[in-house]
Antibody, heavy 120, light 107 residues
Framework: QVQLQESGPGLVKPSQTLSLTCTVS??????????WSWIRQPAGKGLEWIGR???????NYNPSLKSRVTISVDTSKNQFSLKLSSVTAADTAVYYC????????????WGQGTLVTVSS | AIRMTQSPSSFSASTGDRVTITCRAS??????LAWYQQKPGKAPKLLIY???TLQSGVPSRFSGSGSGTDFTLTISCLQSEDFATYYC?????????FGQGTKVEIK
C-alpha cells in the first residue's frame, strides 16, 4: 500500500519561498508509470493542481503558477519536493502530494495534507 | 483551461436517499473524468475514474455516468459515512481541473 507524507514549514513569510517535501513509502517512487503531483486547497475552497514530476525529472506545471513553481525529485530518498517562490497570503492553503497514472491524470493516492500559512 | 461546474453546490439529504450530483465541463472531455469524496480535515479519496469505473474498494452504491460535457455521480442509498463534499476532475487536457465541490449534508 503506497503512502505519501508531506513535510515542511507551516509558516512562511510573504515574498519568501515555500518549500515542501513528500516522502513516498510502501513502494519505490521509480517503479511503475506514475507521475507525482502537488495539489493545494485554500480553507473552505476547492482544489487546485500545481504541477507534477516523473522520476526522469520531466515536469508539467499549472500555467497559473508556472513562473513561481519548481518541482524536483530525489529517487534515492523516495521523495519529491515543491518550491513556490514569492508567496503571498493567497498562497495560504493545505498542500497535498498525490500520485497519478502517467497516462490518465487522476489521483489515486494522496498524502494527508499540510497547512502552510503565509504571514509575517 | 477547461472549467468544471458542479451542481448543486450543496444540499441536504437523508440516510437511504438516492442522490445525484452533476458536473458539467466547459468543453467536451470524452470520458476523462474522475470523482472524489472529501471529508473535513482529510484528503480527497478517489471514487470513480474514466467517468464510470469504480475505484477498487469503493462501495457499489456509488456510480458514475456521462461523456462529453455532462456527467453525474449517483449514490444509490445514502449512508451516514457518505456525508461529505464531492469533487469532479477533468484530465482531458492540461491543466487538470476540479469542480468547485458539492457538499452533501444531513437533513
Amino acid at each position: 500500500q503506497v503512502q505519501l507524507q508531506e513535510s515542511g514549514p507551516g509558516l512562511v513569510k510573504p515574498s519568501q519561498t515555500l518549500s515542501l517535501t513528500c516522502t513516498v513509502s510502501g513502494g519505490s517512487i521509480s517503479s511503475g508509470s506514475y507521475y507525482w503531483s502537488w495539489i493545494r486547497q485554500p480553507a473552505g475552497k476547492g482544489l487546485e493542481w500545481i504541477g507534477r514530476i516523473y522520476t526522469s525529472g520531466s515536469t508539467n506545471y499549472n500555467p497559473s503558477l508556472k513562473s513561481r513553481v519548481t518541482i524536483s525529485v530525489d529517487t534515492s530518498k523516495n521523495q519529491f519536493s515543491l518550491k513556490l517562490s514569492s508567496v503571498t497570503a493567497a498562497d495560504t492553503a493545505v498542500y497535498y502530494c498525490a500520485r497519478d497514472n502517467a497516462s490518465d491524470e487522476y489521483f489515486d493516492y494522496w498524502g494527508q495534507g499540510t497547512l502552510v500559512t503565509v504571514s509575517s | 483551461a477547461i472549467r468544471m461546474t458542479q451542481s448543486p453546490s450543496s444540499f441536504s439529504a437523508s440516510t437511504g436517499d438516492r442522490v445525484t450530483i452533476t458536473c458539467r465541463a466547459s468543453q467536451g472531455i470524452s470520458s476523462y473524468l474522475a470523482w472524489y469524496q472529501q471529508k473535513p480535515g482529510k484528503a480527497p479519496k478517489l471514487l470513480i475514474y474514466a467517468a464510470s469505473t469504480l475505484q477498487s474498494g469503493v462501495p457499489s452504491r456509488f456510480s458514475g455516468s456521462g461523456s462529453g460535457t455532462d456527467f453525474t455521480l449517483t449514490i444509490s442509498c445514502l449512508q451516514s459515512e457518505d456525508f461529505a463534499t464531492y469533487y469532479c476532475q477533468q484530465y482531458y487536457s492540461y491543466p487538470p481541473g476540479f469542480g468547485q465541490g458539492t457538499k452533501v449534508e444531513i437533513k
